[in-house]
C-alpha cells in the first residue's frame, strides 16, 4: 500500500514564526503536491514536484516555499507565518503517468496564533 | 469561472439507501479525468472512483459508480446501499491533460450524513 506520511497532525505556532511541514512517501513516486484546505473552498494546490529539486507553482503559491532534496520527502516551508495561514494542509503523491491518482496523506492542521 | 462545481453542501440519506452527490465541470481540453475522493473525519482523502473523457462505459467501483454525461458536463457519483461509514465528505475534482503534472482542481464537497 501506498504510505503518505506528514510530520504533524497539528501544528500551533505564533505570528511570524518560520514553520516547516514535511511529507514523506514510499512507493517512489515523481509527483508530490502540497495543498490547504479550508472551509467552502476546498482543496487549492499550493506547490508541486514532478522531481527531485524541481518544483512548480499552483494556485496559490504565495506566502509559501517548498523543498524536494530527496525523491520521498518535500517540504512546505511558511517562511514568516500569518494568521491566514491557519489551515488544514494536505500532501499528495503519484506517479508520473498522468491517469493515476493521487494518494494523501493524513494532513496537519495548522494554527497560527 | 468555477471548473468544478458541487452544488450539494449537504446530504442526508438512510441506511442502506442509494444517494447521488452532484459534479458538473468546465474545460476546453478534449482529453481529461474526473476523480472523486471521500474524506472521513479522520481528514486523510481516500480515492474512490476515477473516469476519463474518453472512456465509453462508466465507471463503477463496488458500491460507488460514476453517471457520466459528457454532453451535459456532468459526473455525479453514486453510492448505492449507503452504510454508515459512508458519512464523510465527498470531493469531485477534475485533471485537464493540457494542464500537465496531473493538476487536479477541487470542487467545494459535500457533506454526506447517513443515518440508521
Known amino acids: 500500500d501506498v504510505k503518505v506520511t506528514q510530520s504533524s497532525r497539528y501544528l500551533v505556532k505564533r505570528t511570524g514564526e518560520k514553520v516547516f511541514l514535511e511529507c514523506v512517501q514510499d512507493m517512489d513516486h515523481e509527483n508530490m503536491f502540497w495543498y490547504r484546505q479550508d472551509p467552502g473552498l476546498g482543496l487549492r494546490l499550493i506547490y508541486f514536484s514532478y522531481d527531485v529539486k524541481m518544483k512548480e507553482k499552483g494556485d496559490i503559491p504565495e506566502g509559501y516555499s517548498v523543498s524536494r532534496e530527496k525523491k520521498e520527502r518535500f517540504s512546505l516551508i511558511l517562511e514568516s507565518a500569518s494568521t491566514n495561514q491557519t489551515s488544514m494542509y494536505l500532501c499528495?503523491?503519484?506517479?508520473?503517468?498522468?491517469?493515476?491518482?493521487?494518494?494523501f496523506g493524513p494532513g496537519t492542521r495548522l494554527t497560527v496564533l | 469561472a468555477q471548473k468544478i462545481t458541487q452544488t450539494q453542501p449537504g446530504m442526508f440519506v438512510q441506511e442502506k439507501e442509494a444517494v447521488t452527490l452532484d459534479c458538473t465541470y468546465d474545460?476546453?481540453?478534449?482529453?481529461?479525468?474526473l476523480f472523486w475522493y471521500k474524506q472521513p473525519s479522520s481528514g486523510e482523502m481516500i480515492f474512490l472512483i476515477y473516469q476519463g473523457s474518453y472512456d465509453q462505459q462508466n465507471a463503477t467501483e463496488g458500491r460507488y459508480s460514476l453517471n457520466f454525461q459528457k454532453a451535459r458536463k456532468s459526473a455525479n457519483l453514486v453510492i448505492s446501499a449507503s452504510q454508515l461509514g459512508d458519512s464523510a465528505m465527498y470531493f469531485c475534482?477534475?485533471?485537464?491533460?493540457?494542464?500537465?503534472?496531473?493538476?487536479?482542481?477541487f470542487g467545494t464537497g459535500t457533506r454526506l450524513l447517513v443515518s440508521p
Open positions: 474545460t476546453s481540453d478534449p482529453s481529461y479525468g
Open positions: 475534482a477534475m485533471r485537464e491533460r493540457g494542464a500537465g503534472f496531473q493538476k487536479l482542481v
Open positions: 499528495a503523491s503519484s506517479l508520473l503517468a498522468r491517469d493515476n491518482e493521487q494518494f
